[in-house]
Structure formats: C-alpha cells, structure tokens
C-alpha cells in the first residue's frame, strides 16, 4: 500500500514553517452534546505544538478525528493541501499520522520487537524472520538513546518504558505527524527527559508533533507554539515566547459560571467521617473532615490520588496507615460490605465498568442495594419492588420508557441517574460521587447537583470528586486539592481563586502563591 | 428470559413469552410429528420414557443455568453424576439406611461445588478450568475406587424409585418439577437471584452496590453440583449400578439445554423454564431418532446441528426485538 511506499522512499525533509495539516471547521456533535465546536487551525511542519485544555475541552475528540478513530461531522482536514476523509485509522497511518496515547495501547504478551513490528512483520517464506527483527529493533532503539531490551517481553517493563517503546514504534513507521497524549503522565523524570530527547530530535527530522499535556512546565519547555482549548472550542493559540502560564490558565478556565450550580448553603451538623492520616495505594496521609450538610470536594488531575482514596475510604483497598473515624468511633473498614452496612455510599467513576449492570433491567438498577431491605426470608416483595423503582424515576425524573427496559438503552444522562439515584432510596450517610457528571448534559448536571442539595438537607453530607474546577468550586464548602496523592491545600467555600486552585494542582515544583497548606 | 418478575417494557415481555411459547411450540410439534410418523411414539411406554431420559439433563441444566447467569461455566456435572453413583452404590451396599445414603451424596456435590467456589474465588481460577480439572478428576477418583468395576446396588427398593409412577407420571419427572419449582421461586422471586443476575452483568457494579460477589459465586456452583449429585443418585436408582464413568457428556447436554433455552454463555440471562423446555428438546430429538431408525451415528450429528439453528434463530430474534 502506500504506507510501504512511503517508507521505502521517504519523503524529502519537509521545508519547516510550510503548513503541513490544516483544520476548516472541524466539528464534532454527540448526541446531546457538541463535543467540538467548528475549529480552524494549521499546523506547521516541524513544530510542536502544544493543546492544553480541562478534561473534557475537546481535546480527545480532536484526536480522535485526526487519528481517523472517529469521523467528523463536519469540517475540512487538509493534508499537505488535500482534503482528506480520514475515515478509518488505517487511512491516518498511510498519511504519516500517528498517536502515541496515554494508556499504552500495545501487545503485552510480544516481545518489545515483535510490538514494534506488529502488523508490519519481517518474514522470509512466510516464516518470521525473529532474530533480525530483534536486532532491527535494538538499532533503532539504541538510535534513539533508550537504554531498553528488544528482546524481552513488553509486560516486562515499566508503563514508562512501554511508553517510549510505543514512542520509538510510532517513529519507524513513516511518521510525518505524531500526536502524545499525555505520554508523561506514568513517566518518571528521567524517562520524560528521554521521551523529550526524542520529540527534539522527531522535529529535527521535520516531524511535526502535537503533545497535549496538563503540565504547564512541559509545554514552555518543549512547544513552540500552544493552543488552548475550552468546551469544545479553541479559544485562541499562542507562540510560546509571548505567553506565560498565567494567561494560560486563564484561558483555560475563563468561562462565564452558568446558571447550572445550584449551591444551598446548610449549617455543618455533626461529624459523619473523618480520616486521619490516612495512607494506601496511590495517596499518603490525607486527614479529612465530612460533616453533616456539607460538600467536601476534591479537586485534582486524574491520577492525583482523589479515587485511590475514596476507594480505601469505601473498604475497596487496604490502608496502609492512618485511621477511619465514623461518627467518632474508629471503625476497620474491610470491604465494600463494611462500608455500605456503615452508611456510605459510592457512586463510582466509570458507570459502565463500574456502576451499572447494562443489561439488567432498570428497576434492577435501581434497587440492587435495597433487595434486603425489600424482602423478607428472601423473597422480594414484587409490589415493593415496583414502588420503589417507580419512585426513583419519577423523583430523579430519570428517561425511561418502563422500569423494565435494559439500562443500556438509556442516554449516559439518564444511566447516571441510576448510579447516582440507587443510593438514594438505601438512606446512606456519606455520599462519595466520584467524576458524577463526566459526559453529561449541561441540564442533568444541574439536575444532579439539585440532588446533592436533597441530600444534605436530609442530613446527609458529601464527598464530591472532579476535575472539573467550576463544579467543585461552586459546590465544596471545603475544597481539598490533591496533587501526586497528597492534599496539597485547602480551601472554603469560594476561598480561593481558579487560578490558585488550578496552579496547586498542576504545579510540579514551586507553589503557586495563595493557598495555605 | 431474564426478568419474569420484573414486568418487563410489555413488547418485550410478549416476546419472552412468544419465546417461551415458541420453544414449546417446538417441543410440542415435534411430538405431533413423531406420533404420526412413527407409531411407538405415542404409547404409554415410550412417552414414560421419554420423560425418564430426559428428566435427567433437565435438573442438570436448571443448576448450569445458575452457574452461567453468573457468567461461568461448569464442565463437572457429568463427572458428578457418575461419582455420585459410586458414592451412593458403595453406601447403600454397606448396609446405610438409603434417605442416609442419598443425603450423603448430596453433601458431596454440595462440598465438590464449595471446591469450585474456593478455585473460583480465593484462587482466582477461571470457572473452565477448574470445573475441567474436576470434571477429568473426580472420573479418576472415582474408577480408583471401584478399580473400575460397577457396582451393583443391593437395595430393591432404591431402584424401584425410578420406574414409579404417581398419577401415571414416572417418580423421574416429578423430580424435575420438584426442583423448578423451587428453582423458579429462588432465581425470579428472591434477592438472591437477583445477586446472581447482577453479577452475571457486571460483578463490579454489583460489588459497589453490596452485593456479596463470592458469596454469590459460592451459592450459584454449590447449587450445581447439589443438583448434579441429586441427577446421580437418580441415574443409580435408574440403572441399578455405580460407575463413575456414567454421565458422560451430561455436562454438554445440560449446557446446550440451557442454550437452547435462551441462556447467555456472556452471563445475565436465563430462566427456569427454558433450559426445561431445552433438555426435553434434545430428549425428544435423541427419543425420536430411534424410533425413526436413524443411526446412532447421524444422531450425534443432527443434533449438533441443531443446537446452532436453534441458538442462531434465537440470536437473530434477540437482536431484531
């Protein structure tokens, strides 16, 4: 095809500075949501070029649709001044458009030869020819100043060495765009500094390169141009020696504060949990206080340690250290078990991995954590059951035809109802939501932030996680920052600035000022 | 099929029962055919029978159904009930009181299911495996201790169980409604049927929401071998011998009854009813293929062959609804 072709014969050194890929009105709609509002952008050859924005900016959805996962609604992609469809991924790859992603997306089960050669396999009569593609390997491996194996298997390193692998892989291929998301974030220092080594020397060859990170240090230190993202639309790009990260950020968040959150302001009750110096996997020594009728809110980057720890909180991980206080006792919580009989709640991140039986009915959903209470030796109370799911979706006003219809043919809005709605029928004490409005509508977040208010004033209090800084901003009367699963800073209601919020959370060395510790 | 108790949309639930019907339509076409094709089909002796073989595979496959709502498997059944025979034949020849006897084999294919659930569970064994490696197993324990001979089972009253007969109706068949009924009430009406529903979907999901997921596992493997091991103190009573090489391929039958019966191998669906309905399909297809005269050889084959069609028939009609 001619991908092989290409590699064969490999383009010229593009001049720098000539535009290679440009973007007219590239538009992406989800049912229900605009997830890319009509962007014109060009990209030069041979820069790099940085796109920062908050989760869900738009950012993977760009992606996507340059790396020919998903198709575009509208818009033009022109490559090298042909429009081009860009319909499959295959179709990205014979251009020379290539993606190393976050979550290495290899074979772990391959040697780091064969993954580097996977698809494109070096073979003499049908036979693979192993012991040359182990040494081709290594040679471009060595080349690029990695100190790693070709031989071993894949599995057998660290995710940071799999994601230089899956760099250098990207590189063999006749790589004239390459796009790393994210591709520091399980790396250590050392492992970025090479990873860097070899985007440097990529644009030297005439790569252009788009690396999307949240890391502010990353993108002064590697771009030369940025461009900055917010809901979906590109709010304006920057040549990186007349921007600072200030103006950045700003970008980044300025937003007007819609109408959505709702924020009843109730008087603290008595003290529902309280951690001291809790530590586990993924976060050391948080100590933090939920009371009743407040919304506790930690605030994070995505691996920040916010999710490890409410995990341990819900009995899901061992502890390693510290203490659980529930209503003033010290209380061992083993299991998830512990945790519900307790009195807490979770409603997870993921609702298709981890909240939802798809499919399973709705009315099921809903009740799976009430079955004993509605049934006696057993046997469940089919008018209870009916009641009680039919109350649930008239209160939470969850979209659906029947009880009896399968979750999975609800709208993400309505299936995290149910994630959220099944506790609220179980009376629980602690509410842990956990990212409860990722990849829904504007009008149901405002309707699940109504729901937070019903709770609190119940009496019940809330541990409300997100990356999302508006909504923990609006909603916490304390706000926790979590940064590299330590609380970094706390702040009350509306204490603080975005800024200061945002500059703790991603800040890598210095302290941003304005928050305390 | 999944969700009788929970009145399902109403086109949906008319399908389950059109479903239902329509297997039942099957089952029932078939009889009409075979008693005007062949005239020995529609005597009292051949339906009694009939019956007989396949009460059998029915309690089977109502105890794999519970193992692959949760979306497992288990491959032992059939080793079970050959086991089964040796334990209840050897107890019965030392002279045990026979009800001693039966609850005695009982246990054991409540303990060889704890086993599964331990494998399963607290080893983190794939249910495929350790099932299989029972399954090859407890055959092998059980030829060393007959050194492979049969046993023969000296108790007149133990066998003549089987060839009984309440209100015209084989003792075997009543076993079967003895154990849906229950089987029904337990899977559709309690919460304990609804952990293993929802485990089958998403064991995650219903982890976070205090389901006790190994308990469940537990329950839903125990109950199979419970059931196996009631199927060979049956099949002992039935054929008057231990041997543990009987029940060959019981655990493929029951698990294409359970198919047939609308099961999902992927967890989460299933009932009582259909994998019933299931076994008597194959029994009739095996049933009237002799009486037809087909070779025993063909037989094997049609009935193959027939599990696909009647599983991608089904398939298409779950997908087009």
Same mark, same amino acid.
């Given at each position: 095809?001619?991908s092989?072709?290409?590699?064969?014969?490999?383009p010229?050194?593009?001049?720098?500075?000539?535009?290679?890929?440009?973007?007219?009105?590239?538009?992406?709609r989800y049912?229900?949501?605009?997830?890319?509002?009509?962007?014109?952008?060009a990209?030069?050859?041979?820069?790099?070029?940085?796109?920062?924005g908050?989760?869900? =900016?738009?950012k993977?959805?760009?992606?996507?649709?340059?790396?020919?996962?998903?198709?575009?609604?509208?818009?033009?992609?022109?490559?090298?001044?042909?429009p081009?469809?860009?319909?499959?991924?295959?179709?990205?790859? =014979?251009?020379?458009?290539?993606?190393?992603?976050?979550?290495?997306?290899?074979?772990?089960?391959? /040697?780091? #030869?064969?993954?580097?050669?996977?698809?494109?396999?070096?073979?003499?009569?049908?036979?693979?020819?192993?012991?040359?593609?182990v040494?081709?390997?290594?040679?471009?491996i060595?080349?690029?100043?990695?100190?790693?194996?070709?031989?071993?298997m894949?599995?057998?390193?660290t995710i940071?060495?799999?994601q230089?692998?899956?760099?250098a892989?990207?590189?063999?291929?006749?790589?004239?765009?390459?796009?790393?998301?994210?591709?520091t974030?399980?790396?250590?220092?050392?492992?970025?500094?090479?990873?860097?080594k070899?985007?440097?020397?990529?644009?030297?060859?005439?790569?252009?390169?788009?690396y999307?990170?949240?890391?502010?240090?990353?993108?002064?230190?590697?771009a030369?141009r940025?461009s900055?993202?917010?809901?979906?639309?590109l709010v304006?790009?920057?040549?990186?020696?007349?921007?600072n990260?200030?103006?950045?950020?700003?970008?980044?968040?300025?937003?007007?504060?819609?109408?959505?959150?709702?924020?009843?302001?109730?008087?603290?009750g008595?003290?529902?949990v309280? /951690?001291r110096?809790?530590?586990?996997?993924?976060f050391?020594?948080?100590?933090?206080?939920?009371? =009743?009728?407040?919304?506790?809110?930690?605030?994070?980057?995505i691996?920040?340690?916010?999710?490890?720890?409410?995990?341990?909180?819900?009995?899901?991980?061992?502890?390693?250290?510290?203490?659980?206080?529930?209503?003033?006792?010290?209380?061992?919580?083993?299991?998830?078990?512990?945790?519900?009989?307790?009195g807490?709640?979770? #409603?997870?991140?993921?609702?298709?991995?981890?909240?939802?039986?798809?499919?399973l009915?709705? =009315?099921?959903?809903?009740?799976?954590?009430?079955?004993?209470?509605?049934?006696?030796?057993?046997?469940?109370?089919?008018?209870?059951?009916k009641?009680?799911?039919?109350?649930q979706?008239?209160?939470?006003?969850?979209?659906?035809?029947?009880?009896g219809?399968? #979750?999975?043919?609800?709208?993400?809005g309505?299936?995290q109802?149910i994630?959220?709605?099944?506790?609220?029928?179980h009376g629980?004490?602690?509410?842990?939501?956990d990212?409860?409005?990722?990849?829904?509508d504007v009008?149901?977040?405002?309707?699940?932030?109504?729901?937070?208010?019903?709770?609190l004033?119940?009496?019940?209090?809330?541990?409300?996680?997100?990356?999302?800084l508006?909504e923990?901003?609006?909603?916490?009367?304390?706000?926790?920052?979590?940064?590299?699963g330590k609380?970094?800073?706390t702040?009350?209601f509306?204490?603080a600035?975005?800024?200061?919020?945002?500059?703790q959370?991603?800040?890598?060395?210095?302290?941003?000022?304005?928050?305390?510790? | 099929?999944s969700t009788?108790?929970?009145?399902?949309e109403?086109?949906?639930r008319?399908?389950?029962a059109?479903?239902?019907?329509?297997?039942?339509g099957?089952?029932?076409?078939?009889?009409?055919?075979?008693?005007?094709?062949?005239?020995?089909?529609?005597?009292?002796l051949?339906i009694?029978n009939?019956?007989?073989?396949?009460?059998?595979?029915?309690?089977?496959?109502?105890g794999?159904?519970?193992?692959? +709502?949760?979306?497992?498997?288990?491959?032992s059944?059939?080793? +079970?009930?050959?086991?089964?025979?040796?334990?209840?034949?050897?107890?019965?020849?030392?002279?045990?009181?026979?009800?001693?006897?039966?609850?005695?084999? &009982?246990?054991?294919g409540?303990?060889?299911?704890?086993?599964?659930?331990?494998?399963?569970?607290?080893?983190?064994?794939p249910?495929?495996?350790?099932? &299989?490696?029972?399954?090859?197993?407890?055959r092998?324990?059980?030829?060393?201790?007959?050194n492979g001979?049969?046993?023969? +089972?000296?108790s007149?009253?133990?066998?003549?169980?089987s060839?009984?007969l309440?209100?015209?109706?084989?003792?075997?068949?009543?076993?079967?409604?003895?154990?849906?009924?229950?089987? %029904?009430?337990?899977?559709?009406?309690?919460?304990?049927?609804? %952990?293993?529903?929802?485990?089958?979907?998403?064991?995650?999901?219903?982890?976070l929401?205090?389901?006790?997921?190994p308990?469940?596992?537990?329950?839903?493997?125990?109950?199979?071998g419970?059931?196996?091991?009631f199927?060979?103190?049956l099949?002992?009573?039935?054929?008057?011998?231990g041997?543990?090489?009987?029940?060959?391929t %019981?655990?493929?039958?029951a698990?294409?009854?359970?198919?047939i019966?609308?099961?999902?191998?992927f967890?989460a669906?299933?009932?009582?009813h259909?994998?019933l309905?299931g076994?008597? +399909?194959?029994?009739?297809?095996?049933?009237?293929?002799?009486l037809?005269n087909?070779?025993?050889?063909?037989?094997?084959?049609?009935?193959?062959?027939?599990?696909?069609?009647?599983v %991608?028939?089904?398939?298409l009609?779950?997908?087009?609804?």
């Amino acid at each position: 095809m001619t991908s092989t072709a290409q590699e064969l014969h490999p383009p010229p050194m593009l001049e720098p500075g000539r535009t290679i890929l440009e973007l007219n009105g590239l538009e992406k709609r989800y049912p229900g949501t605009h997830a890319l509002k009509p962007v014109n952008l060009a990209f030069k050859a041979g820069e790099i070029h940085a796109i920062v924005g908050e989760n869900g =900016a738009g950012k993977s959805t760009l992606i996507k649709l340059l790396t020919g996962v998903m198709p575009r609604t509208s818009g033009e992609v022109i490559w090298e001044g042909k429009p081009e469809a860009l319909a499959t991924p295959h179709e990205a790859m =014979a251009l020379g458009i290539n993606a190393v992603h976050q979550e290495v997306v290899l074979c772990r089960h391959l /040697t780091v #030869a064969g993954n580097m050669f996977l698809g494109e396999e070096n073979s003499r009569f049908g036979l693979l020819q192993q012991r040359a593609m182990v040494k081709e390997a290594q040679k471009i491996i060595d080349g690029l100043g990695f100190d790693l194996p070709a031989h071993v298997m894949l599995g057998d390193l660290t995710i940071g060495q799999q994601q230089l692998i899956a760099a250098a892989r990207a590189t063999v291929r006749g790589t004239k765009f390459l796009i790393f998301d994210e591709p520091t974030a399980y790396l250590t220092r050392k492992e970025a500094d090479q990873l860097f080594k070899l985007i440097r020397r990529l644009k030297g060859e005439g790569v252009t390169i788009i690396y999307i990170s949240h890391r502010m240090e990353e993108v002064f230190e590697l771009a030369d141009r940025v461009s900055v993202l917010r809901d979906g639309t590109l709010v304006g790009t920057r040549n990186i020696g007349e921007t600072n990260d200030a103006e950045l950020v700003k970008m980044m968040i300025n937003r007007s504060i819609e109408q959505i959150y709702h924020k009843e302001h109730f008087t603290p009750g008595a003290t529902i949990v309280e /951690t001291r110096s809790l530590s586990g996997k993924g976060f050391e020594n948080v100590s933090i206080t939920v009371r =009743a009728g407040e919304i506790v809110g930690l605030y994070g980057l995505i691996g920040a340690g916010r999710s490890e720890f409410v995990t341990t909180l819900y009995g899901r991980h061992r502890k390693s250290a510290g203490q659980i206080m529930w209503q003033g006792k010290e209380v061992q919580v083993n299991s998830e078990h512990d945790a519900i009989r307790l009195g807490m709640a979770l #409603a997870p991140e993921s609702r298709r991995d981890q909240g939802l039986c798809l499919n399973l009915p709705v =009315a099921m959903n809903l009740n799976l954590p009430i079955y004993k209470r509605i049934s006696k030796n057993l046997l469940i109370s089919g008018s209870q059951e009916k009641a009680e799911a039919d109350r649930q979706i008239a209160d939470l006003r969850i979209k659906t035809p029947t009880r009896g219809a399968l #979750a999975s043919s609800l709208s993400g809005g309505n299936q995290q109802k149910i994630v959220i709605g099944k506790w609220l029928a179980h009376g629980a004490k602690l509410f842990i939501f956990d990212e409860p409005t990722v990849g829904v509508d504007v009008g149901t977040k405002a309707e699940i932030y109504r729901l937070f208010s019903t709770l609190l004033s119940k009496g019940a209090g809330i541990i409300l996680i997100s990356s999302y800084l508006p909504e923990v901003y609006e909603l916490a009367d304390t706000l926790h920052v979590f940064r590299r699963g330590k609380l970094v800073a706390t702040h009350g209601f509306r204490t603080a600035s975005h800024e200061d919020i945002l500059g703790q959370a991603l800040a890598e060395k210095q302290e941003k000022s304005g928050g305390q510790k | 099929m999944s969700t009788e108790a929970i009145p399902a949309e109403k086109s949906k639930r008319n399908f389950n029962a059109l479903f239902g019907l329509t297997l039942l339509g099957l089952l029932l076409l078939m009889w009409v055919v075979l008693a005007v094709a062949t005239p020995s089909f529609a005597t009292t002796l051949n339906i009694t029978n009939l019956l007989r073989q396949g009460s059998l595979i029915a309690i089977l496959a109502v105890g794999q159904t519970f193992v692959i +709502i949760t979306g497992g498997i288990d491959l032992s059944v059939g080793a +079970i009930v050959g086991f089964a025979t040796v334990i209840v034949a050897l107890l019965i020849n030392a002279g045990w009181p026979v009800w001693v006897a039966v609850l005695v084999t &009982l246990l054991v294919g409540v303990a060889i299911g704890l086993f599964h659930g331990f494998g399963i569970v607290k080893m983190g064994l794939p249910p495929f495996i350790i099932t &299989l490696a029972t399954m090859t197993s407890l055959r092998g324990i059980g030829l060393l201790m007959t050194n492979g001979n049969s046993i023969s +089972i000296n108790s007149d009253a133990f066998q003549a169980f089987s060839r009984g007969l309440l209100l015209g109706i084989p003792y075997l068949f009543w076993m079967v409604i003895l154990v849906a009924v229950p089987a %029904y009430v337990f899977l559709h009406h309690t919460r304990w049927g609804r %952990y293993l529903f929802s485990v089958g979907s998403n064991a995650e999901a219903a982890r976070l929401s205090g389901v006790n997921v190994p308990r469940t596992i537990f329950m839903a493997y125990i109950l199979s071998g419970l059931l196996a091991a009631f199927v060979g103190v049956l099949l002992a009573s039935r054929i008057g011998i231990g041997n543990p090489t009987q029940g060959d391929t %019981y655990e493929l039958q029951a698990i294409a009854s359970s198919v047939i019966g609308g099961t999902s191998l992927f967890g989460a669906i299933g009932s009582v009813h259909g994998p019933l309905i299931g076994s008597f +399909i194959l029994s009739t297809i095996n049933n009237g293929a002799n009486l037809l005269n087909v070779n025993t050889f063909w037989q094997r084959v049609i009935t193959g062959l027939l599990i696909i069609v009647i599983v %991608y028939f089904d398939g298409l009609r779950r997908r087009g609804k």
